[in-house]
Nanobody, 123 residues
Framework: VQLQASGGGLVQAGGSLRLSCVVS????????AGWYRQGPGKQRELVAA???????HYRDSAKGRFTISRDNAKNTVYLQMDDLRPEDTAVYYC??????????????????WGQGTQVTVSS
């Protein structure tokens, strides 16, 4: 799997960003995808996931603020982030796999990771 994440940046608290991730090397329509983040001194965590049926799942802190979506025609998964908070500051990574079991949790079962995209939220 090859993953190219983009869209990060510096934003003030309350602002918005839209992350994009182009996925290749996998049958995207059959895959499950997730956005993860790793903040300074913190472990990687799953922020949002979307299955092959387009059903989303969010960690509690992202509910109501973040929206994950996918465009199968573009092999792309998106993360719309609104009402950003300083605690959202992290490097954001995407990943995809045919097994939903590998997407859940902190993604430790996934073998390949892209470079990620930095999101910095100032107070």
């Amino acid at each position: 799997v090859q993953l190219q994440a983009s869209g990060g940046g510096l934003v003030q608290a309350g602002g918005s960003l839209r992350l994009s991730c182009v996925v290749s090397g996998i049958t995207f329509t059959a895959s499950h995808a997730g956005w993860y983040r790793q903040g300074p001194g913190k472990q990687r965590e799953l922020v949002a996931a979307i299955n092959s049926k387009d059903e989303p799942h969010y960690r509690d802190s992202a509910k109501g603020r973040f929206t994950i979506s996918r465009d199968n025609a573009k092999n792309t998964v998106y993360l719309q982030m609104d009402d950003l908070r300083p605690e959202d500051t992290a490097v954001y990574y995407c990943n995809a796999d045919l097994s939903p079991f590998k997407i859940i949790g902190d993604g430790r079962r996934l073998g390949t990771w892209g470079q990620g995209t930095q999101v910095t939220v100032s107070s």
